[in-house]
């Protein structure tokens, strides 16, 4: 599940707007998507069609103030579409700084929430307020990654230089590593403006810009006003196959941040292990050495990536007299997902610590065979 907040402390340059459309275009995808909006003016809801935001009775505001008791979230989910819900806020989240004034932690109010429904979606999108106070911080806090939507103005650029800074204070300080990216809203490419503009954001940012541009396009305003996404307005204009651009360049980093994300821990666990704090699988002179020490047990088997999850008599497990159960695999250098089959069901390997998701539901163990 990946957590990503939509900021800039500049107004108008489309952050609603891309919030809004990038979740209607990750649910046309099959992503269940929750946006969490953080911005006092409740303009999510509003864009979506939901209610006036001074007619909806509680928002994430009596849900981040809520200290004494555990921080439910999903008290107050208004489902939106399929795939889509959203925590709704108004006007009285602009008071959270003044009533959290003292509280410990305070910039974790938000993850602390999260944590309650943190397997319920793929993507939690969150909306912020144009300012870095405690509302942006609790979202900074609680994302792995950022998306900046810089409208191509000559205004476009000015004033990151403090959401730049919270994000390095993040990463520096509470050692919280956050992924930014650029992304290119208004463009107006018949405009030399828009296109100097387009191209400074690229050379600011380099690689860490989306391919795709978000170009000026009055359906989207439009689509607004009627509070539904563009894809539902009008699903042949420009607007609409922008954001779904957006949405599968960022579906596709999936594997890529996934891979990353493993060999991270494979390099924490290749620590522990020179320090003698060994894991299964084991990588032995023969191949792959699979343990497992149950008494209990009466078959075991083992199916993955490498034998297309289709396993055979040749991918039984043995059991020695002191219990523990042994298969010794020989696999060519990659990266591999697989399952145990314990007495008929299937499971992840409870001696190895790195897991994804399965899309089949539950999680999949993972092994990186240099």
């Not at 387009?198 to 940012?205: A, G």
């Not at 390099?267 to 003698?276: S, Y």
């Not at 002179?285 to 343990?291: E, K, N, S, V, Y």
Request: hydrophobic share 40%.
């Amino acid at each position: 599940m990946r957590i990503i907040t939509v900021a800039n402390q500049k107004g108008g340059c489309g952050k609603t707007t891309t919030v809004i459309n990038l979740a209607a275009s990750l649910a046309h995808f099959g992503k269940k998507v929750l946006i969490i909006d953080m911005d006092p003016q409740g303009h999510v809801a509003i864009g979506l069609g939901v209610l006036r935001a001074d007619q909806i009775n509680q928002t994430i505001y009596d849900v981040l103030c809520n200290t004494e008791t555990e921080q439910r979230i999903d008290s107050i989910i208004i489902p939106i579409r399929e795939n889509i819900d959203i925590a709704p806020s108004n006007i009285s989240l602009s008071a959270l700084e003044q009533k959290m004034a003292g509280v410990d932690k305070r910039e974790e109010l938000l993850i602390k929430a999260i944590f309650t429904v943190y397997e319920d979606y793929d993507y939690i999108l969150i909306d912020t307020p144009p300012n870095v106070g405690l509302l942006t911080f609790n979202a900074l806090r609680a994302c792995r990654e950022v998306i900046i939507p810089i409208d191509s103005s000559y205004f476009g650029l000015h004033g990151l230089g403090k959401l730049l800074q919270t994000v390095l204070l993040l990463n520096e300080r509470l050692n919280h590593s956050i992924r930014i990216k650029a992304l290119s809203t208004l463009v107006d490419k018949r405009t030399k403006v828009s296109m100097d503009v387009l191209q400074e954001i690229r050379n600011t940012f380099n690689k860490n810009t989306f391919k795709t541009e978000i170009n000026l396009n009055v359906k989207l305003k439009e689509a607004v006003g009627l509070g539904i996404p563009v894809l539902e307005y009008d699903p042949n204009c420009t607007g609409t196959q922008d954001y779904l651009n957006l949405a599968e360049e960022i579906i596709s980093e999936e594997k890529s941040i996934e891979i990353q994300t493993i060999m991270k821990t494979l390099q924490e666990l290749n620590d522990k292990a020179l320090e003698g704090q060994l894991f299964s699988p084991k990588f032995v002179d023969g191949g792959i050495l699979f343990t497992l020490k149950n008494n209990d047990i009466k078959s075991l088997r083992i199916a993955g990536d490498f034998n297309n999850w289709n396993p055979s008599e040749h991918d039984a497990f043995v059991k020695d007299d002191k219990g523990v159960w042994s298969k010794n695999l020989h696999l060519n250098p990659g990266l591999y997902q697989y399952k145990l089959i314990i007495d008929g069901q299937w499971m992840p390997d409870p001696n190895n610590p790195i897991r994804v998701q399965s899309p089949m539901g539950g999680s999949n163990s993972v092994l990186f065979v240099k």
